[in-house]
């Protein structure tokens, strides 16, 4: 096998290069390994192989040739040491938390998280003898006042879903590592190309790299990324000996993804600041988020720590949950999903389908309203969207 890895490529360049490991043919794709297992030309090697005195792979639920091929790349990507992929990006959250806190420990999270994120803190790891506090991730005075003697894990999210609330990366890092606990970061809404929470003091970061890595609606995968020192010692057995594992097929289409990822990020983004614009400026939205935006609430922390707005937006339309449910009915090219980051514009109604487990006090509490909407852009033309989006909102009053 020979190896592409170099310093110092651009991110264009590691996404199409970084990782690729080469069989003895040669070949210009990616090759796709789908096996469970590999075979030993000796006893002594298979001895050697488990004694980890030789290198080389021993079963795909510990690692496999094409998920190492992305691990890597997602590595050159992000500017970490290590990774470890899962089969999706709750599987990566799951076994980030899981790994970083034990029974009698104490985890603050920021309370704007996706659903089910919410779910593995508040309902998961309390069952486990590791108590939540959630705070508002905004806030730094509350994230210092919820740090307790045992404290030993931070999460959040930024920006968040669906609000696209901004957290301060180094600020919260900081308290962090003055509590002595490690800072897990979902970076899902920001992409690898546009928020960097490893150089921000992030001690973990994760993805859901069914979203914008795939960026075209096949597969679920995930991945969590931080130092060696970290996943050998905390994450490697978890995953040897329960099995979260990517498979080499979703790794391949992952890799295929991670091809053009720089591409499409870079046009969706560009759309969603114009649309952004376009619905500021329509009689029947009554508030528009985006963090490419100067009204944004955090404006200054999105300059500090992002270098794109992303590729979603969050609105209200005036007149609550029955204009938000007419405008969603009106649209044609624009789809209603609740998934984002996809070459197809999605579209959702967090309230009703994303955050509906949340009682109505919590979803106010994080922004979530009647009329509150998530729009994932695509690839489709841009013009083609607006005129989608206006035709839509005529009929929401
Ligand atoms: C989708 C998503 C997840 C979960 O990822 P799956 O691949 O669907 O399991 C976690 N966090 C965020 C922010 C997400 O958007």
């Not at 490529?9 to 070949?27: D, I, N, Q």
């Not at 297992?37 to 040739?65: C, M």
């Not at 901004?166 to 690898?192: K, S």
């Not at 509150?372 to 852009?377: A, D, F, G, H």
Request: proline residues 4%; glycine residues 8%; contains cysteine.
């Amino acid at each position: 096998m020979t190896n592409e890895t170099r310093r110092n490529w651009k991110p264009a360049t590691a996404m199409v290069h970084a990782g690729t490991m080469r069989s003895p043919y040669g070949e210009t794709s990616e090759a796709l390994y789908l096996t469970q297992g590999y075979v030993y030309d000796t006893a002594e090697g298979a001895e050697a192989r488990f004694k980890g005195e030789e290198p080389g792979f021993i079963y795909s639920r510990y690692a496999n040739p094409t998920v190492d091929m992305f691990e890597k790349r997602m590595c050159a990507l992000e500017g970490a040491e290590d990774a470890r992929a899962t089969a999706s990006g709750m599987a990566a959250v799951a076994a980030a938390l899981l790994c970083s806190a034990k029974a009698g420990d104490h985890v603050i999270a920021a309370r704007a998280l996706f659903g089910s994120c919410r779910w593995v803190v508040e309902t998961l790891m309390p069952r486990y003898g590791i108590e939540a506090t959630l705070v508002d991730g905004r806030s730094l005075d509350e994230w210092k006042a919820a740090v307790r003697p045992n404290t030993k894990l931070f999460f959040l999210e930024s920006p968040t879903n669906p609000t696209l609330e901004v957290v301060d990366i180094a600020a919260v890092a900081e308290i962090a590592n003055e509590a002595g606990a490690r800072l897990v970061v979902d970076n899902v809404f920001a992409t690898p190309l546009q928020q960097k929470p490893l150089e921000l003091g992030a001690h973990v970061v994760v993805y859901s790299a069914t979203k914008h890595i795939d960026g075209q609606g096949r597969c679920l995968g995930g991945i969590i990324l931080s130092d060696e020192a970290w996943i050998e010692e905390e994450l490697h057995d978890y995953f040897r000996h329960t099995g979260p594992s990517l498979s080499p097929f979703n790794a391949w289409t992952l890799l295929k993804g991670l091809e053009t990822l720089p591409l499409r990020v870079a046009h969706q983004t560009q759309a969603a600041a114009r649309i952004a614009d376009h619905l500021a400026r329509h009689k029947a939205v009554s508030r528009i988020i985006y963090p490419g935006r100067d009204d944004h609430p955090q404006a200054d922390i999105v300059a500090r720590q992002m270098t794109g707005g992303s590729t979603l937006i969050c609105f209200d339309v005036k007149g609550g949950k029955d204009n938000a449910f007419a405008l969603l009915n009106g649209l044609d090219i624009i789809k209603l999903s609740n998934n984002l980051g996809d070459a197809k514009s999605l579209i959702t109604h967090p309230a009703t389908t994303t955050h509906k487990n949340l009682t109505d006090e919590a979803r106010e509490t994080v922004g979530i309203l009647g009329g509150t909407l998530r729009l994932s852009i695509g690839l489709e033309d841009v013009d083609d969207l607006i005129e989608d989006l206006d035709r839509a909102l005529a009929k929401a009053g």
